[in-house]
């Protein structure tokens, strides 16, 4: 239900994809669609946090091997292209989705909310790796930039409207956009 929900969703949109459309797809009932998830709002979380994370185990991001990866690595221009790989392997998945989410949340405050939980969330998982960013660079980031202001560039040269713009608009790879969010970040964090 979960495919088909996010194919449908990508395929169609919010507005234009129905719990009927979902279970045809998925090939149950509609009422296995209720049953499941409530409503097509919680369907939606659910595509989401499963596009985000790559799989349904309840694992926090930052308990994920490729976070604390990243948060162990002890040179500060490879954690950057960590995390930079790791962007590029969620939005590979996610930013489809997440454009769904940012379209549908200007008609439904619902999906308003949820699409500010995704932000906050995105955000202190960058604060938590600018943290560590900084406390591996001895003579501080580039232009007095500290954790907070490193983690906002991070969200915002990582997050799904740059990788959307690029990749999904003007038609850059997935590899040239993390190459280029790779150096952006080096470049506006690093001394």
Do not use: C
Request: cysteine-free.
């Amino acid at each position: 239900m979960i495919d088909a929900a996010a194919g449908l969703f990508t395929e169609r949109g919010w507005a234009r994809t129905t719990v009927e459309d979902i279970a045809r797809t998925a090939e149950v009932g509609v009422q296995t669609v209720y049953f499941t998830f409530g409503n097509k709002r919680t369907l939606l979380k659910e595509v989401l946090d499963t596009a985000i994370a790559g799989d349904t185990d309840p694992i926090a991001t930052l308990d994920r091997p490729w976070a604390r990866e990243i948060l162990a690595e002890p040179d500060p221009t490879a954690q950057l292209a960590l995390q930079a790989a790791g962007a590029r392997r969620i939005l590979e998945r996610a930013a489809s989705i997440l454009e769904v989410v940012r379209g549908a949340a200007a008609a439904d405050p619902e999906l308003a909310e949820l699409r500010r939980t995704n932000l906050h969330q995105r955000h202190s998982v960058q604060l938590r790796f600018a943290q560590s960013l900084v406390d591996k660079v001895d003579s501080g980031l580039r232009d007095g930039h500290d954790a907070t202001s490193a983690a906002d560039i991070a969200t915002t040269v990582l997050g799904p409207e740059t990788y959307g713009l690029l990749v999904n608009d003007r038609g850059w790879s997935a590899s040239r956009w993390e190459h280029w969010a790779t150096d952006t970040l080096v470049r506006q964090l690093l001394p």
